[in-house]
Structure formats: structure tokens, C-alpha cells
């Protein structure tokens, strides 16, 4: 196998950078409280074919009954009835946060990898921002600008009288900036891999997560990126380790606990619409609201253990159904684990190792004259247990 690296970015990702980059005469007096460095760490967003029969004229295992009569049919895997093209890129992104400035604000850094896999060749492109600094000066600019590229420039901030005026509750946390930052990041980087698909004849895209509506995403952006992809005979697989949505009061990820050498998928928006009229009267979302892609599924990719069931949102294209694209890869993605590696890779070189912190701060120092404090720790107090549980 060939593996290649290479450091990328591109125009979006450098003015996000650009913005987040104050000139040193308005950070020189800052000071920047870090978390005790030795517990700075990153957060990150998360061929068996030959060993599984194949059964093309078998029906669908009904599964319903088990689940308050819920019409829910599994299928096992079979090979793409058409072809698809062997091209993969799979997209993550992973963000650590570096400290906290008096008087308001947070520095942190953001990394995104794609990884692109066809045949025995690997290719993998890595993102790198640097440290960013966000502060009461310029959030607003960088948010009005993250909303206009996303296609709602009122996403985050919207604009009164030639005031920025920010949306009440979507940009004050920590928490919520630095991953509105990391998301919108990786965002850019599936457009990358879009235009690299395309490039290429189609394939498909491997993403982390759902293809929801969301504050991070608005519904805009998600149809045009699922159109695009469509008309250049791109699929998407999108897949999330973690799902709120439940069948029968059942979570997707326990819909095959039942079956536990049952290897394959189930389309679940029909059930979910169904049950959802049924409780109408509680005005929950329909089951066409919780995605954009054309299918929700509920995927097991390999036998247990950890032989997980994931929530998998898949939209096909013209030279590929949806079933085929979630065929191909089950079929062309090596499975570690019962999880495509594709994506097991692009979250490793999404995220950063212990070390890397220190650097990235002293990068930040030396560029913007910021002071750095430590917060203070009480951990030493209760040594050799710590204050873990409290």
C-alpha cells in the first residue's frame, strides 16, 4: 500500500484564520488562564466481504414484531448492483481548546484530516489552523462571516442598523464557539472532498456524524452540499456513533441486540414516520426533519464484540442508489471493529497528541505578546486518588 501525505488548506479556512489572528498590540496586556497543562486534551467530533455469505434471493428478516409491531425490515449486506466508483474519502476534524482570556474570550486550535483511499493507495490530507484567538473584538465578525458561507449570514450574528448584534444563546459558551469554529472547518473540507471526488468520476463521502439540520448547519447548506454531490455522482454515508432516535421506545443502537450474529442494515424512516403520527398530539419532529439524506438507517457492520449499531444517513446519486452506496462501503471500506477504517483514520489525524499543546500556546505567545496563567489546581490535595467522581 502506498500512503501519501500532505499539509492542505484553502481560501475559507484562511480567512476563518486570518480573522481569528489579532495583531499583537491588542493582545499584549491579555492574559490567558490555561487548564493545568497536564489535562489539556483534544476533542474530536468519533476485508470481512469474503468471511460473510452472501444471500441476493433471501427476504428481509422482520424485525418488527419484536418492537410493538413496528413494520422495521433488515437486510443483509450484498455487492452493489451497480458500479460505483472505488474512490473514498472519509472527513473529521478534532479541536483543543488552549485557555480562557480575562475579560472574554478563548484560544484553540483546530485540525481536519481527509483521508482518501482507492484500491491500495492512501492519500491524506491534513488541515492545521494554529492556534486561533477569539476575543470580544472580533466574535462577531467571525461568526457573521461562518453564517454568509454557510449560506445564512443571520446563522450567528445578525446585522441592525449597521450593528452586529449576536443571536441570543448559540456563541457564548467555550464549548459552543470552539466547535462552531471545528464544524465549520470540517464543513470546508467535505467541500474539498466533493470537488476531489468529482475530479476523479464520483465515489463516495464518508462523513462523521448526521446529515441534520442543526445550529451549526442550516438546512441550506446540507441541501445544496447533498445536490452537488448527487449531480456529480458522489454518495454520501454519514455515520454517528451516538443517536437520540429510538423505534418503540427501542434505541438504534440496541435494534439488533435480538439478533447478535445479524450482520446488515434497516431502513427506519417509514417506522419512524409511522410511530410519529401515532403520537401526533406531541408535536414531535416528523421523521423528514431529522434529515436531509434520502434514507436513515440502523447499521451493523461486523459481528460483536463491539459489533455496534449505528445510525447511518445515506443519499445516493444517479449512478449509485442509496442502498448501493451503503453497500460499497460495507464491501470496498476495510471494517476494524465493526467501523469503517476510512473514517477511524481521519480521526486520528484530526486529533492532536498530549505534547502539541505547549507548542501551540508558545506559537500563540510568541506571535501576540498574551500572557499565560495556569489555573490553579486543587488536584494534589487529594493525591494519590485525585478529585475524579466529584
Not at 419512524?272 to 419532529?285: F, G, H, P, V
Not at 431529522?290 to 444517513?313: K, N
Request: proline share 7%; glycine share 8%.
Amino acid at each position: 500500500m502506498t500512503i501519501t501525505f500532505l499539509d492542505s488548506s484553502n481560501q475559507w479556512i484562511d480567512h476563518l484564520v486570518e480573522l481569528c489572528t489579532p495583531v499583537p498590540a491588542q493582545t499584549t496586556q491579555g492574559l490567558l488562564i490555561t487548564p493545568p497543562l497536564v489535562d489539556l486534551k483534544a476533542s474530536v467530533s468519533d476485508d470481512l466481504a469474503e468471511d460473510v455469505p452472501i444471500f441476493p434471493d433471501t427476504p428481509a428478516t422482520p424485525i418488527g414484531e419484536t418492537y410493538r409491531q413496528i413494520p422495521i425490515e433488515a437486510f443483509v449486506f450484498t455487492p452493489p448492483t451497480r458500479v460505483v466508483r472505488g474512490l473514498m474519502v472519509a472527513v473529521d476534524s478534532g479541536v483543543i481548546t488552549l485557555g480562557n482570556l480575562v475579560g472574554g474570550g478563548v484560544a484553540f486550535a483546530i485540525r481536519g484530516s481527509a483521508v482518501c483511499f482507492a484500491d491500495k493507495n492512501l492519500l491524506i490530507l491534513r488541515y492545521k489552523t494554529g492556534p486561533l484567538l477569539i476575543t470580544q473584538k472580533n466574535i462577531l465578525s467571525v461568526f457573521r462571516y461562518i453564517g454568509t458561507r454557510l449560506g445564512n449570514p443571520d446563522l450567528y450574528v445578525k446585522e441592525e442598523n449597521n450593528q452586529l448584534i449576536p443571536q441570543p444563546s448559540v456563541i457564548e459558551s467555550t464549548n459552543q464557539i470552539t466547535d462552531r469554529c471545528r464544524n465549520f472547518i470540517e464543513r470546508m473540507i467535505q467541500e474539498e472532498a466533493l470537488g476531489i471526488l468529482a475530479g476523479n468520476g464520483g465515489g463516495t463521502l464518508l462523513v462523521d456524524g448526521a446529515l441534520t439540520v442543526s445550529y451549526d448547519t442550516p438546512k441550506i447548506y446540507l441541501e445544496m452540499m447533498l445536490r452537488t454531490a448527487s449531480r456529480r455522482s458522489i454518495g454520501v454515508c454519514a455515520i454517528s456513533k451516538r443517536s437520540r432516535i429510538s423505534i418503540g421506545g427501542v434505541p438504534v443502537d440496541s435494534l439488533f441486540d435480538a439478533y447478535p450474529t445479524f450482520v446488515g442494515y434497516a431502513p427506519l424512516l417509514q417506522a419512524i414516520d409511522l410511530e410519529r403520527q401515532a403520537y401526533s398530539d406531541l408535536k414531535l419532529r416528523s421523521a423528514n426533519d431529522i434529515t436531509e439524506a434520502e434514507e436513515v438507517y440502523a447499521v451493523r457492520f461486523g459481528f460483536g464484540p463491539p459489533g455496534l449499531t449505528f445510525r447511518v444517513d445515506v443519499t445516493g446519486s444517479p449512478a449509485a442508489s442509496k442502498v448501493d452506496v451503503l453497500n460499497d462501503v460495507y464491501f470496498n471500506a476495510q471494517m476494524v471493529g465493526g467501523y469503517p477504517k476510512p473514517l477511524i483514520d481521519a480521526h486520528q489525524y484530526s486529533s492532536f497528541l498530549p505534547g502539541e499543546a505547549m507548542s501551540l500556546l508558545a506559537d500563540l505567545v510568541a506571535r501576540t505578546g498574551i500572557r499565560t496563567k495556569e489555573e490553579p489546581s486543587m488536584g494534589i490535595l487529594f493525591q494519590p486518588f485525585g478529585a475524579f467522581g466529584k
